[in-house]
T-cell receptor, first 113, second 115 residues
Framework: ETGVTQSPTHLIKTRGQQVTLRCSSQ?????VSWYQQALGQGPQFIFQ???????GRGNFPPRFSGLQFPNYSSELNVNALELDDSALYLC????????????FGEGSRLTVL | AQTVTQSQPEMSVQEAETVTLSCTYD???????LFWYKQPPSRQMILVIR??????QNATENRFSVNFQKAAKSFSLKISDSQLGDAAMYFC????????????FGAGTRLTVKP
């Protein structure tokens, strides 16, 4: 069973640029969610995708957008990067009908200069 | 809105001893899940233990157990026989049984294990 994988693991961008982060969900999982974890804080929910549609969103501006593909993999796109976007971005997947547990990847560490 | 509070930013325990991490949450729902996740320096969040709100019996996983007090909205984690590998950030998390709902995390507790 393949777990959740994310790429890239680390990246550095400058303010105003755009970034795309990628996630492959765990085998058999059809729901993917993204979280932002600032240094020293708990993860904050960005959005969730099911059947290629966004079906839940946290308190993040529209410049945070995403996609889910037919194979359930997902992308997180952030436009017009700001310094405060520097964080660890975690992808998590689950089977829609399960006991609520999320399975996480190792995250993508984004630094915005 | 549901909130999760971890009041202990840092905790320390001697190897082989027992430590309890605290967590409280706020919700008006009756059907939900509670979790403790461990995040080592490798960054990957690893599930430690899970509790369904409808179950009165406290969950146990080997050296890890919880004290779930639904009326008090409290969900503490007890680690027995602490090991050096237990050192990590521990996050308490809440998730509604509604499939569309996100998982809410506390701010975390950094656990140090002293040899």
């Amino acid at each position: 069973e393949t777990g959740v994988t994310q790429s890239p693991t680390h990246l550095i961008k400058t303010r105003g640029q755009q970034v795309t982060l990628r996630c492959s969900s765990q085998s058999g999982h059809n729901t993917v969610s993204w979280y932002q974890q600032a240094l020293g804080q708990g993860p904050q929910f960005i959005f969730q995708y099911y059947r290629e549609e966004e079906n839940g969103r946290g308190n993040f501006p529209p410049r945070f957008s995403g996609l889910q593909f037919p194979n359930y993999s997902s992308e997180l796109n952030v436009n017009a990067l700001e310094l405060d976007d520097s964080a660890l971005y975690l992808c998590a997947s689950r089977q829609r009908q399960n006991t609520g547990e999320l399975f996480f990847g190792e995250g993508s560490r984004l630094t915005v200069l | 809105a549901q909130t999760v509070t971890q009041s202990q930013p840092e905790m320390s325990v001697q190897e082989a001893e027992t430590v309890t991490l605290s967590c409280t949450y706020d919700t008006s729902e009756s059907d939900y899940y509670l979790f403790w996740y461990k995040q080592p320096p490798s960054r990957q969040m690893i599930l430690v233990i899970r509790q369904e709100a409808y179950k009165q019996q406290n969950a146990t996983e080997n050296r890890f157990s919880v004290n779930f007090q639904k009326a008090a909205k409290s969900f503490s984690l007890k680690i027995s026989d602490s090991q050096l590998g237990d050192a990590a950030m521990y996050f308490c998390a809440y998730r509604s049984a509604n499939n569309n709902n996100d998982m809410r995390f506390g701010a975390g507790t950094r656990l140090t294990v002293k040899p």
